[in-house]
């Protein structure tokens, strides 16, 4: 589908300072699709309670060999 859009110059230049996009539409192609991803992802706070752990593990223990 064609399109025509403004889009801000720096905001542009930044994405592609951040990308390995050639063009504007693999730029924005890749935009889209990370934009899905992200989007998509299911939010961690949503597993809250759904999550049950071995008897006898010890979370607290974990964190403290992570230091």
Known sequence: MRTNVVI???????????SQAKTKKELIHEAL?????????KDLTELAGSISFHEGYNHK???????
């Open 8 to 18: 801000d110059d720096e905001l542009l230049e930044e994405a592609f300072s951040l």
């Open 33 to 41: 699709r990370l934009l899905i991803k992200v989007r998509k992802r």
């Open 61 to 67: 223990k974990l964190r403290r060999t992570r230091m």
